[in-house]
């Protein structure tokens, strides 16, 4: 399977596709730059509910919004990242494993949980930095790139 050629852009101690590689930045980016968007305006959050909300007599705006993108945005950042410095099979796979866990997450939470959820689980939809593919998508993309790295020689 060549897909631009293997290791292309860092070096990895077995052959990863480039293509996999630049998804790999493609998280680096997304999550990093959604976790300092939301930690700036917590309205940016895409998969948030967002506002005012009260329990017992304290209200509370945008709860768990900034928490929870630095957390995300850092970990997955950070996760994807040390895969591609590192360069082992084990850290592609455990950054893959953790993004196909939070795509599932966030569709499942979407679908059961967010009024209207399923709009960004299975259509395009815009994101504070444009429109995006659905969320399904990138859980399918996250699926193929994970059995790419686990069958990569």
């Known amino acids: 399977m060549v897909f631009l050629g293997y290791n292309g852009l860092f070096s990895a101690n077995f052959q990863v596709p480039t293509l996999v590689q630049i998804f790999f930045m493609l998280h680096c980016l997304w999550t990093g730059v959604m976790g300092v968007l939301c930690t700036y305006d917590p309205t940016?959050?895409?998969?948030?509910e967002n506002g005012m909300f009260?329990?017992?007599?304290e209200k509370f705006q945008n709860p768990?919004?900034?928490?929870?993108?630095n957390v995300r945005g850092g970990a997955m950042f950070i996760v994807a990242a040390g895969?591609?410095?590192l360069g082992t099979r084990e850290?592609?796979?455990i950054a893959m494993?953790?993004?196909i866990w939070r795509e599932s997450y966030d569709c499942i939470e979407m679908l059961l949980c967010k009024k209207d959820g399923y709009k960004m689980v299975l259509?395009?939809?815009m994101s504070?930095?444009?429109?995006m593919p659905p969320l399904l998508s990138f859980l399918a993309m996250n699926m193929w790139a994970f059995y790419v790295i686990l069958s990569a020689a």
Do not use: D, E, H, M
């Open 44 to 48: 940016w959050s895409c998969i948030t």
């Open 54 to 57: 009260t329990q017992g007599k």
């Open 64 to 69: 768990n919004v900034r928490c929870a993108w």
């Open 83 to 85: 895969a591609l410095f």
């Open 91 to 93: 850290t592609y796979l």
């Open 97 to 99: 494993a953790s993004s």
């Open 123 to 125: 259509r395009i939809w």
């Open 128 to 131: 504070p930095i444009g429109p």
